[in-house]
């Protein structure tokens, strides 16, 4: 069955694209057709047997841009497998897929949970009550202003919109770190005229930790855990080097959220590690993470058991993978690597090791291949473009 991938521009679509091929699965890779063609970089995998471009998906009724997407794809006449792989296109197959035509099968979470896990409040309470633990957070009593709240809270800590990524905005800008009263006071009113009710937290100064998962009705059939080694910006932002770990508090605390859920598709759950080396609730990326190139080196496959899944074949779970794999983004590494040595945040010790690893061939790569060399020499000149531009 031909597995279709949306949003091809993006390199987790080309990890699942490169995940299905090797696999055997035949990939028609999609992307929105007011996107350049030269900008999509999983039009260049090996792997993708054909390209197809549609409309953007509409904020309205999106049925008839469903029956579009399976007629162009050619769900209409044989089924075919999709995988919504960016926010936008997955937010609308979840809201309409008691609309998706008949040929074109997914497996998708419950619209009620999906809401629940991208909300960061709502999902806050729901981590409370499965005892899964969380930073201390704040919220307003009836009444009180911000300059009370400012008052009663512990700095430093972090304000985060509820879910900044419906306001369009980069990671880096969906929460900011406030140290004192006049800076949360000119902050949280900000944010909460652009997001009502944004989060207030205790700042978790730890390490960040991911537990991946492909799960159906609640229960975990791939899995998979990272810690970030790198990211940017280096104040806060994806990842940029991480590596693969087993932990097994980590797998059940993610476990155990995605069941409370009954969750179904693919899902990130974040967690930073606090100073007593307790895992603490960040977030849940509903959808395929930065990161996912990482997992598919350490031998997760989890966009080919998502595949398999919504196809509706028998898996078995599967929770293994190997430990000890690294993985980077050269680009965004290296403007991670400059800013940790102007900012003195790293010992003088770092350049010389970061040269190490820069010629470490065990290191991987979550774009370039030399199994699949395309798609890199594109992602190169779409990343000079946007540089000279």
Known sequence: MIAVVSDARYRTALAAIRCLGRAGVPVVAVERDDIPPRDVIGFYSRWTLRRVTVPPPPEGDAGPWLEHLAAAVGADREPAVWLPAAMGTLRTAVVWQDRLPSGLRALLPDPAAFALADDKAALLELARREGVPVPET?????????????????????????????LGLPPHRRYAVVRDRREFVERY????????????????????????????????????????????????????????IRDDRLVDLGSRLLKALNWSGVAMVEFKQDAAGEFRLMEINPRLWGSLPLAVAAGADIPLVWYRLA???????????????????????????????????????????????????????????RQDPRPGWAYLWRSLRRAVD
């Open 189 to 244: 009113r900000a944010m909460h005229r652009q997001q009502p009710d944004p989060v207030v937290q205790e700042y978790v100064p730890g390490d960040s930790f991911g537990f991946a998962a492909a799960a159906r009705d609640g229960r975990v059939y791939a899995a998979f855990c990272h810690r970030r080694l790198r990211q940017y910006p280096v104040t806060g932002g994806p990842s940029t080097m991480a590596v693969s």
């Open 138 to 166: 704040w919220r307003p009593e009836p009444g009180e202003s911000p300059e009370d709240l400012a008052r009663r809270v512990r700095y430093p800590l972090v304000i985060k919109y509820r879910n900044g990524e419906v």
């Open 311 to 369: 196809a509706g074949e028998d898996v078995e779970p599967d929770l293994g993978w190997r430990e000890g794999v690294r993985m980077r983004f050269l680009f965004q590494d290296l403007l991670a690597a400059r800013d940790l040595i102007r900012t003195g945040r790293e010992k003088p010790s770092f350049a010389l090791r970061y040269l190490r690893e820069l010629l470490d061939p065990r290191v991987v790569d979550g774009v370039f291949s």
